[in-house]
């Protein structure tokens, strides 16, 4: 159903068509097509290029943006209030081949760039960034991650399914007593030389997509990092798949703040028989491999948050021209008028630093920590400051799940928590300050 | 079967249009493919997929930013495109459907074409007149506001939806202009590996003035304006004084 006729049918007519704009033919024929151009937008349009590098990119966000607008955003809010996951929708990504951004042809992926990877976290977030957490989750934390650290063979095993939407899943690091210390987890694998074969004990915590049929079952492929050695670094990754025995769901986590459309889970791992094939790298060298895939992680969740505060904006803005009072809209208003401005400008020192980084990423390489914690730090922040001035600027309507802002900012609080908490941004940042040279 | 189809670049519909020096502001507003051409393209994709047409050729007529408008159709599944390059307006206000028409007849002329897919109308100018003026300038059939389309033998029969129902038009044999409305198809998604082989789908370029056609604004437009606002209604206590006002406003007897 379009978004024009579920506004239209639920008790909101006054201000729908603020987040519409005005159909301009009037038999709403036009209401849930036209492939946008988003190149020849108005303000900042010297910029567009900077954020749309090459025709793909900018075409790859065209057809994301009317994606959003006629699948995405319609069941947003429906998803969140029943805190269910919308399974055949992350399939959907699956068939426009935007499940292997990263990956390279061979295995059915698209070899694109870290810049494609910002687009397509950005418009989906601009709707459903729970939806877009799943998805980051499926394809930056599971699939790069397979992409950049598993052998040819490993990869042709497991990728092109992941790719095509067939198989979903995601990544566990985090455990119940473990976080922000991550060398501190005490999930184990011990190998036993007679079978090949590892067994892998322990739980982890907050898994995206550790389920996907509300805690019956488990998803179906992870990358499950464990300690295999005496040395606090001495962690393995391993891919564990669905079905293997000893490996259950421990519990689906429900009253979550936000992302409530995402489905997150403890996973829990008893005495798990993984073939020794399973092993992603090097045996006790997954440091490594966790390093080369955080600055895409980074990337994607400050990217996440870009898509968060560009429809706080857009919100706020048709709020204002819409809202009367005392005689005058509200851009009359001093405090309105800062609120959308510093919002502004907050975001586009966001959107430029991410950017900056994305376009000149090399994903291969690692070694940029410094600016990839930096654009997730300020940017998750920037986020939801924003969203929070939207819900102010709306007044009693911000306060309602009808006008989005609420759970946008429900939802940006995420990002200062996930993915890495703010305190290890500042953590690994001070790490490196510190050692670096002077700022040029 | 070759199939020609256009696509116009128009400004989007969800855009406020304002009006200045007495025509549309197109300064900085978003522009997108018509949600008409655009089910047009998914109608020719259908035909190919379904092995009736052996090629679709995407045609525009614009500026240099309709290339982005053909891009889309080619990322849809068009196999190429033409672009025929102008800086004249194409929403009524320069460029006119008798040109319009005009140029794509050249067009089918260059390419042969059997088929020729449009939108029904452009969401700008809301004319609807191309098609039916190219079908008369070719001398070929046509069925406009297409609702179902099926290829049967050499012909298509055609479903046409009007104010007053549907009606079944058998053509027996191609070639015909057929355009294209509202609950023909459900037009795609471009897939991101479509999107990208695209960019090596051939586009050719030709200036409109190359190709020999009249291009004068032949109607001219006197006035542009916005609808004016719309009046406070009256609430009324009865019916009684429901029926004594729609009288002396002269709408019932």
């Avoid at chain 1, 922040?381 to 799940?401: C, E, F, P, S």
């Avoid at chain 2, 098609?131 to 389309?149: D, E, I, R, S």
């Amino acid at each position: 159903m379009s978004t024009a006729r579920s506004l239209l049918l639920g008790k909101s007519p006054r201000y729908f068509k603020a987040f519409l704009g005005n159909p301009r033919t009037g038999r709403g024929t036009a209401a849930a097509f036209s492939k946008t151009s988003v190149v020849s937008s108005s303000s900042s349009s010297n910029l567009q290029d900077f954020f749309n590098p090459t025709e793909v990119h900018a075409d790859l966000r065209s057809m994301l943006r009317d994606f959003v607008k006629k699948e995405v955003e319609p069941q947003a809010l429906d998803f969140n209030r029943t805190e269910k996951f919308n399974l055949p929708l992350l399939r959907q990504l699956g068939d426009l081949g935007l499940l292997g951004l990263t990956v390279e042809e061979e295995y059915g992926g698209t070899g694109l760039d870290a810049a494609a990877v910002v687009l397509a976290h950005e418009e989906l977030s601009y709707s459903d960034p729970a939806f877009c957490l799943s998805y980051l989750a499926h394809s930056l934390l599971l699939v790069n991650n397979l992409s950049t650290n598993a052998s040819p063979e490993q990869k042709e095993k497991f990728l092109p399914a992941a790719v095509a939407g067939q198989h979903i899943g995601g990544m566990g690091m985090s455990e119940p007593s473990a976080g922000t210390d991550v060398l501190g987890m005490s999930t184990k694998a011990v190998f036993d030389h007679r079978s090949d074969t590892w067994h892998l004990t322990g739980q982890k915590m907050w898994i995206t997509n550790g389920t996907l049929d509300g805690g019956k079952t488990t998803g179906d492929l992870f990358l499950v990092y464990a300690r295999t050695g005496p040395e606090r670094s001495d962690i393995t990754s391993f891919v564990v798949e669905k079905d293997m025995p000893g490996f259950q769901v421990g519990q689906q986590i429900h009253d979550k703040l936000g992302m409530r459309a995402s489905p997150t889970a403890e996973l829990v791992f008893d005495n798990v028989p993984i073939p020794n094939g399973n092993v992603i790298g090097e045996v006790n060298g997954a440091t490594l491999c966790m390093m080369r895939n955080l600055e895409i992680e980074r990337l994607g969740l400050a990217a996440m948050a870009l898509g968060i505060a560009r429809r706080c904006i857009n919100v706020m803005k048709d709020y204002a021209s819409d809202r009367k009072a005392f005689g005058k809209t509200l851009w009359d208003f001093g405090q309105i008028q800062s609120a959308i401005s510093t919002s502004y400008a907050e975001y586009m020192a966001g959107r430029c630093y991410v950017y900056a980084l994305a376009n000149q990423l090399d994903l291969d390489s690692y070694g940029n920590g410094l600016d990839a914690d930096g654009t997730k730090l300020y940017c998750a922040q920037m986020a939801k400051t924003v969203a929070d001035r939207a819900i102010q600027v709306l007044g009693g309507y911000g306060y309602v799940g009808e006008y989005s802002v609420e759970r946008l900012w429900r939802d940006a609080k995420l990002l200062e928590i996930g993915g890495g908490t703010n305190e290890s941004h500042h953590k690994n940042m001070a790490r490196d300050l510190k050692r670096g040279a002077d700022l040029e | 079967m070759k199939v020609l189809v256009g696509v116009k670049r128009v400004v989007d519909y969800a855009v406020k249009v304002q009006v200045q020096k007495g025509a549309v502001n197109l300064k900085n507003v978003k522009m997108s493919l018509n949600p008409f051409c655009e089910i047009a393209v998914e109608e020719a994709v259908r035909l190919k997929e379904a092995k009736a047409a052996e090629e679709v050729v995407a045609l525009s007529i614009g500026p240099k930013q309709a290339t982005e408008t053909l891009r889309t159709a080619l990322a849809m599944g068009c196999d190429r495109a033409i672009h025929v390059s102008t800086d004249l307006r194409t929403d009524y206000m320069e460029l006119q459907p008798y040109a319009i028409a005009k140029i794509i007849q050249k067009i089918v002329d260059q390419e042969q074409s059997d088929l020729v897919l449009l939108g029904k109308q452009g969401i700008d100018s809301d004319c609807g007149q191309t098609g039916p003026m190219l079908a008369g300038f070719l001398g070929w059939p046509q069925v406009t506001f297409a609702a179902n389309l099926n290829v049967e033998g050499n012909g298509i029969t055609v479903e046409r939806e009007t104010d007053s129902g549907t009606e079944t038009i058998k053509i027996p044999s191609l070639p015909a202009v057929v355009t294209c409305d509202l609950r023909l198809n459900e037009p795609r998604y471009a897939t991101l590996p479509n999107i990208m082989k695209a960019k090596k789908k051939k586009v050719d370029t030709i200036k409109a003035e190359d190709l020999g056609v009249d291009l004068t604004t032949h109607n001219e437009v006197v006035e542009v304006f916005e609808p004016p606002p719309r009046k406070e209604g009256i609430m009324v206590e009865s019916v009684d004084d429901l029926v004594s006002k729609l009288k002396s406003a002269g709408v019932v007897a």
